[in-house]
């Protein structure tokens, strides 16, 4: 079987939600690092792999190369039954993946660097207003997701019962992202809970921004 | 059974989704309305329901509550196996996903009414100004879209092959948002192929934003 290799960047919480999927499935993977300030991801031998110039692209060892965070952790998810990163059942499957949606098309889309950069050339926002900004988005899905979270019988440990899914991956990656922009969790316990006991575990704390290879 | 209730509103892109694989999947159900430009998603009763005041949410038969399109379409395609709405291979999986999820999580958000007020409200952009908006993140996905498509050998007459999958439906659903800030589709043969081949299957037409009760 030839590599598996994940094209990333450390801080890019997308890459970081695949390095977490894939230590948890055991994978073995080689990083490639590209400099998202640096612009390494629109080089022309990144955009024939992807050309949406996006990372993470994750290279399988048939060579099929995969885009799209969300899409990466449900292929291993199927690849890699053990341990899951879903429900079995259907209802808890549409909660998980909905509230990994919310983290992963509400917030971070809205909020990342290209997006921001466009705020700044297009609008002259400065960094006070990009920072509040990038804070606005949070709030308004963190509030909601506290809420459901903590009113919900199926939170336990986790985002659902005690086992770790795809959304408990989406929310740490989105904890790391908000750290950046000094965004307190003070206002969101069951989601800072939540948070606490997954970045502790072994294979969380391998894919961790200031861990990888790149680490600034 | 108790009834299926759809709330969401005619013109919203990821009702639209929603629509359409309950059209598609055969399933019946009512519709309730919010009208977004009036802030009726914003009210009590409905935020009582989804917390989160975004639409679509799924009142299922049996009292659950569903939220967010993308896992709205998976949890029908679970439950409802035929006609699949995904690939059988895990790889041709994530290939729909990943499609899907450029659409979604690329376009979509950084697009949507909430961000595009925003714009105004924030940094005082004009009408032009969030048109240009609008048209640079469809053209950021979109040519890498119209590439990929174009050059893969799994793209058929569909997104992938010949059956519509959820990647299709996300697609129809944005080249609908898209006319609304006049987007030519002309530099996009590929994608413009395949939602003509799309909108017209009767099951797409009846969950169009102008057939639905609260079209204007």
Same sequence: chains 1, 2.
Avoid at 16 to 32: D, I, P, W
Avoid at 89 to 98: M, Q, Y
Avoid at 99 to 111: E, R, T, Y
Avoid at 181 to 197: A, W
Wanted: with cysteine; charged share 20%; aromatic share 8%.
């Amino acid at each position: 079987m030839a590599k598996v290799v994940l094209h990333g960047y450390f801080r890019s919480s997308t890459s970081f939600r695949a390095r977490m999927a894939l230590n948890l499935k055991g994978v073995n993977y080689e990083q490639v690092t590209h400099h998202l300030r640096k612009g390494e991801h629109k080089g022309e031998d990144y955009l024939s792999l992807n050309p949406q110039g996006l990372v993470p692209s994750l290279v399988w060892s048939d060579g099929t190369v995969l885009t799209q965070s969300m899409a990466i952790m449900e292929f291993l998810d199927e690849i890699i039954p053990e341990p899951p990163l879903l429900p079995r059942d259907p209802l808890g499957r549409a909660r998980v993946r909905s509230i990994l949606q919310m983290i992963c098309c509400d917030i971070h889309p809205v909020n990342n660097m290209r997006v921001l950069k466009a705020l700044g050339s297009r609008f002259g926002a400065d960094e006070e207003a990009v920072s509040n900004w990038f804070t606005h988005w949070v709030a308004e899905t963190f509030g909601p997701l506290e809420q459901m979270l903590a009113s919900s019988r199926e939170t336990g440990r986790q985002v659902h019962g005690d086992q770790v899914t795809m959304a408990d991956l989406g929310l740490v990656s989105q904890v790391f992202n908000n750290r950046r922009f000094g965004v307190s969790l003070d206002p969101y316990p069951t989601i800072e809970g939540i948070f606490e006991r997954t970045v502790i575990l072994p294979e969380i704390e391998r894919a961790i921004p200031a861990n990888q290879p790149d680490a600034e």
